[in-house]
């Protein structure tokens, strides 16, 4: 049975999404990520993860296009922009977002980023979305441990059921001090970019070395997949890579076949150092 990940509201959501950041910014690109996201779906990936920022709409606008006719097939998080994060402003925002989603209710809402709006004001916008039905929970991103203790202080902050934050090989610094502080209060960590983007960290040789002890289903498993079931190993953690390709959507679903062994896991780290102190909380 796959397991699952309960956030604080009950509800249950597996432990590997997807992510859509640049998706409906290329037209020639559009029909292969919807095409991508609906068989994501086919295999069970129900989080898909978007924001008003991303493409300043057009990727709503793309996860809109594949969600269509499977909405409750969906857990469907997006996010509202810091500048728009006012009583008013998230009331705004979230109607356009439904609109670009071509639904009328999301199952996780989340502030992007800590801006100049005061936290109780976005979360007292937060709480109305909830009380009318139009989320079914909300949440954070890009929140530091001071920041989410703030929220502590609040009189509904204990409602925060989710914060997303850069989690992947070469960004490991969650792990000194918020993912226990996100534990303690039962929030659910969502990991971003834990494919790094695709980029160097992929080339790694020792990510190259373990994949070749590894087989999935579709065959010899990918760095990718690796540092993929890296990410997944967390208890209590979503990751939401994002897979333009179909290609690379189906080798992300098998990275959940992968499990590594200890050994794997030593040699990660020695490639990959874990934090030995506290870190300012990484970006993108
Ligand atoms: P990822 O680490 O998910 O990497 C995505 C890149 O990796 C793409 O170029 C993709 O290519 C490539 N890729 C995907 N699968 C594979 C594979 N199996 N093998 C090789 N390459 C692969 O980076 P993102 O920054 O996109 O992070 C994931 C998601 O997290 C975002 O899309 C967004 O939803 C969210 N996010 C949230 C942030 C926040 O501030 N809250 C910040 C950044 C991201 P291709 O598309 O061609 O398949």
Redesign the pocket.
Known sequence: MTRMVKLKNGIDVPPLGM????MGDNASLRSDEVTSLRTGLDLGLRVI???EMYGSGRSENVVGEAIKGRRDEVFLIT?VLPSNASRDGVMKSCKTSLKRLGTDRLDLYLL??RGNVPLEETVEAFERLLEEGVIGGWGV??FDVNSMKELDRLSTGTSCVAN?V?Y?LDHRGIEFDLLGEDRKRKVVTIA???????GGM?HNQTLADIAAEHETSLGRA?P??IALAWVLRQPSLIA??????VK?LH??SAAREISLTKENLAALDRAFTPPTSSVPLE??
Do not use: C, F, M, R
């Not at 939401?240 to 390709?245: L, M, N, Y």
């Open positions: 992510g859509t950041w640049n993860d978007t924001a996010k992007h980023w991103s890009n997303q850069l992947s971003y970019s834990p494919l790094g983007q695709g992929l990918t990718a997949q939401i890579p994002k897979a333009g390709s690379h080798e992300n970006v993108i």
